[in-house]
């Protein structure tokens, strides 16, 4: 047994049987689920005082973020970032995929061009033409084995006279990367130059599992950058309180975060009271937790990086940051890989979804155990395909 700090990450929580999307798919099947980002961890202790205490209170009206709810938030990304952000900035959403929406409708009119560079997240696909704007995809340069780079000139050929909005995904889900200074200026110099908006995802912020390396919110790179760039953060995927929606866009420029408002107004709905509460509580007294949590996913990332290094015909990208691994599987020469492996007992993400076929995405916020039960059950899978 691995006991990360004072905190227990190896304890089974049974989720079978609860309302856990990611346990429910395959329910009554003997498939382990290591798809959809969530964690099968408990949240930390502070999270589940705070909730117990908003609970016995006993009275669930509308709700508004509280004055120390905004401070907590402010305070996280100036400790961990020296990002000094004003409360005023803020706009409080029900989750990420809502904000990509928002900007999406704020930024330009119906059939302008939004960018992504993929493979990515899906809804960053589907997100602009649900919002009458057009997609333009941009591939990464690189693959697992070399590494995934943005490369700014593919991105500047690749983009249309028409696109006015770049969706960033930073880190980057699926490949793990964070981005780095000289990385993101590049990008921002390309935006600032084609008078792009963009909108920075940065809901894997505190998930960095190199130690020797940080965040850079795109937004500090420079007052002219921030004035172009809607900032999406939450404590959903740190602190493992995806299901509470409480997130937020940090947007400096009045003009831009007014027309982000106007772009919600009517059809985005206030945070939830529960998860406001958890937020404050995550965000003021969170952080022992999460460096127990950091250390526990990097040798769960070091566990299974060194089991696909022995197998044949799958390669594995580094996992910068996130708990989400982005394996390769296209020497093995399936019609059907997704499929394949869930035949074997593994339920992973199709990497078609992000726009990227012969991919899987492993998601390995788990119990070891479990990992390690997975492993056994994708080289299995690796074995019957060659
Ligand atoms: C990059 C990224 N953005 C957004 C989300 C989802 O955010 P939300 O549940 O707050 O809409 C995820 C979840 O996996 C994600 O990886």
Redesign the pocket.
Known sequence: MTVSGAYDFDRPVERRGTDSQKWLRYAGRDVLPLW??DMDFLSPPAVLEALHDRVAHGVFGYGHPQPELEAAACADLQRNFGWQVDPQWLVWL???????SVCCRAVGAPGDGVGVLTPI?P?FLKVPGLMDRTLETVPLAGDNDTGWRMEVRRLERGLSERARLLLL?HPH?PVGRLWSEPELRQLADLCLERRLVICS?E??NGLILERDRRHVPLAMLGPEVAARTVT?V?P??TYNI?GLGC?LAVISDPDLRRRFRRAAAGIVPHPNVLGMAAATAAYAHGRPWLESLLDYLRANRDFLAARVADLPGVTMAPVEA?YLAWLDVRSLGLDHPHAHFLAHGVGLSDGRDFGAEGYLRLNFGCRRELLAEACQRIEAAVKAAS
């Not at 029900?94 to 990509?100: D, E, I, T």
Request: aromatic content about 4%; charged content about 10%.
């Open positions: 959809v980002a029900p989750g990420l995929v809502s904000g990509l997240y809804p995904c889900n995802d809901i894997h999406l939450a959903s995927k995806a997130a996130t």
